[in-house]
């Protein structure tokens, strides 16, 4: 390793824009993940509504469909 104090300042300062970039992509990560999170919740209020309205809609379809007319 380098005594040279301008090398390891240089080196300093790369790795703190690393950490930089770093810490700005975890933050945007974050607020994807997060987005992400409100819309499956707001998908599976949604399914959970729909399927709801539909046993409401038939509520005799329990057991098996029966055969047309024309058997």
Same mark, same amino acid.
């Given at each position: 390793? %380098?005594?040279?104090?301008?090398? %390891? %300042?240089?080196?300093?300062?790369?790795?703190? @824009?690393? @950490?930089?970039?770093?810490?700005?992509?975890?933050?945007?990560?974050?607020?994807? @993940?997060?987005?992400?999170?409100?819309? @499956?919740?707001?998908?599976?209020?949604?399914?959970?509504?729909?399927?709801?309205?539909?046993?409401?809609? %038939?509520? $005799?379809?329990? $057991?098996?469909?029966?055969?047309?007319?024309?058997?």
């Amino acid at each position: 390793m %380098s005594d040279d104090p301008t090398a %390891s %300042s240089a080196r300093l300062d790369a790795l703190e @824009i690393r @950490i930089a970039h770093q810490d700005a992509t975890l933050a945007e990560l974050n607020d994807v @993940i997060a987005a992400q999170w409100r819309k @499956i919740d707001a998908l599976e209020r949604a399914f959970l509504r729909l399927r709801d309205e539909m046993q409401t809609l %038939s509520p $005799g379809r329990d $057991g098996p469909e029966p055969p047309p007319p024309h058997y």
